[in-house]
């Protein structure tokens, strides 16, 4: 039992330590790479949100420096424009030289329309599509304050976004000529900009909103909701919603949020200079920490396999060493019946095996066939009762089933056997159980040792026979017989001396 649980701790607290370890190095892996993948996927959001936002200022950035070349520091355009106000409108060849002039500056710079307004509000010039409403008031303050003003996204009736720019015409530090604007189409312009994504994925997305009041506006299409530009807004105290939490001023990472379909995503929030708009790139939370799903597969992969190599391993230490175990129990049990089986066979004594269900003779010794004057293949499988004495049956049977039932330990007793040629064997005979193996089952074989004192009975027959004839003679014999001790004292009172006494009184 001992040996037993020592084999199994020198196996099994190793085996404990090694899975320790492994389950330690593997969690602390885990931890340190889903992190590294976790701040992967927000360097990556946040460097394609930044990089639209400055492509986005860039391009506004651009358009204010055309007008300011165009529209001002005497541009050709100013210099027509100034001469035909000159005429008081009505020099038709330079109204026409103006509007060849902006059309082509709308067709080289891809502008969707050029318009000219007047101090007060009041359309003069225009080329192109220019249906963008609310101008005047605007217009009208920047030619008290001369200023490049964005104007920012509106759906027109017909359903297209447009933005644009008011610029003064003229030249620096004195009245506006005019106010021109330009305009473009969003879904041509900016949207593209807005909605690419510069690697393959399936829930990401990058979005403009505004505020407007108590609410946040959708400026762009969404990945999710096509028609969403300028339709869908949501109240600012939506719980979690990126865009809500961005126009209240959150910037960076926004993480624990869930979008306007109400799914979890982790997003990224930049105002863009120059507008009222802020930069919104999002990405499912399913598709963001899909690297760390992957990984916590692969950590636990590794760690299975870890595992499983370390218990295979184990086991195949464990099975050799039961093997080995084994063998050296089977060699000693083969020396064991080596010896036994050199004992049993050159014994001086007769030795039988006994079959304890039946009581039959399973195997007997040379020793034993040959005080039968039998061959030990003639004993097998024989009843040991057919060569016995008759006398001596019923306390042979009775012996033996007090034995072979368990009611004695071991079994002596004195019986005959008969010879084929009528002689007889006297036998002591001593039998116990023999164990085969470990627990209380009842054992199979009996083992009887016998021994030939056929020779010490016919011994003690001839002394008794001698002392019963001495005793005879000394009782019939008519002369005084005594013995008498080296001390000279009587050893022996008969009654034949007495006799003698008595008649010689």
Not at 23 to 30: D, I, N, R, S
Not at 120 to 144: F, K, N, P, T, Y
Not at 331 to 345: D, K, L, N, P, S
Request: with cysteine.
């Amino acid at each position: 039992m001992m040996s037993g649980r020592k084999t199994w701790l020198r196996f099994a607290l190793p085996l404990l330590a090694l899975t320790l370890l492994i389950v330690l190095v593997g969690a602390f892996g885990y931890r340190y790479l889903s992190q590294q993948v976790r701040d992967e996927t927000h360097r990556t959001l946040a460097v394609i949100a930044e990089q639209k936002r400055q492509q986005i200022e860039d391009s506004l950035a651009e358009r204010r420096l055309d007008a300011e070349l165009y529209f001002s520091g005497h541009s050709q355009l100013e210099l027509l424009f100034e001469q035909w106000l000159r005429s008081g409108r009505r020099d038709a060849v330079l109204r026409e030289q103006i509007k060849g002039r902006m059309a082509e500056l709308a067709r080289v710079r891809a502008w969707e329309g050029l318009a000219v307004l007047d101090p007060r509000g009041g359309m003069i010039l225009s080329v192109g599509d220019v249906r963008h409403l609310q101008l005047s008031e605007r217009a009208c303050d920047i030619a008290r304050q001369p200023r490049i003003e964005l104007v920012d996204l509106q759906r027109q009736a017909g359903g297209a976004t447009h933005y644009g720019l008011l610029a003064p015409m003229g030249r620096p530090g004195q009245s506006p000529l005019g106010i021109v604007y330009v305009s473009w189409r969003a879904d041509r312009d900016l949207y593209p900009l807005v909605e690419s994504w510069p690697v393959p994925t399936q829930t990401a997305e990058t979005y403009l909103v505004r505020r407007e009041g108590e609410r946040v506006m959708f400026l762009t299409p969404l990945r999710h909701r096509r028609d969403a530009a300028l339709v869908l807004s949501q109240p600012l105290s939506t719980p979690d919603l990126p865009a809500a939490r961005a126009v209240k001023g959150e910037r960076g990472i926004i993480a624990g949020g869930r979008d306007y379909r109400r799914q979890p995503v982790l997003a990224y929030s930049a105002a863009v200079a120059g507008s009222s708009w802020l930069m919104i790139a999002e990405i499912d939370e399913v598709e963001a920490y899909a690297g760390v799903r992957t990984l916590s597969w692969v950590v636990a992969l590794v760690m299975g396999l870890g595992l499983l190599l370390v218990y295979s391993a184990g086991y195949q230490a464990w099975r050799r060493d039961r093997q080995a175990q084994q063998l050296a129990l089977l060699q000693a049990q083969r020396a064991a019946e080596a010896r036994f089986r050199v004992m049993f066979e050159q014994a001086a004594l007769g030795a039988v095996l006994v079959d304890a269900r039946d009581g039959s003779i399973v195997e007997a010794n040379a020793r034993f066939a040959e005080m039968l004057g039998r061959s030990a293949a003639e004993l097998e499988g024989q009843d040991p009762l057919q060569f016995t004495h008759p006398d001596d049956v019923a306390d042979s049977r009775a012996g033996m089933a007090r034995l072979l039932a368990g009611e004695v330990s071991s079994l002596k007793l004195v019986k005959r056997y008969l010879r084929p040629d009528g002689a007889l064997v006297w036998a002591s005979l001593s039998g116990a159980p023999v164990q085969e193996g470990p627990g209380p089952q009842r054992p199979a074989l009996c083992l009887v040792l016998v021994e030939d004192v056929t020779e010490r009975r016919q011994i003690e027959e001839r002394l008794r026979i001698s002392q019963e004839r001495h005793r005879l003679i000394a009782e019939n014999a008519i002369d005084v017989i005594v013995t008498l001790d080296i001390n000279g004292r009587y050893t022996s009172d008969f009654k034949v001396a007495q006799d003698a006494t008595s008649l010689s009184r």
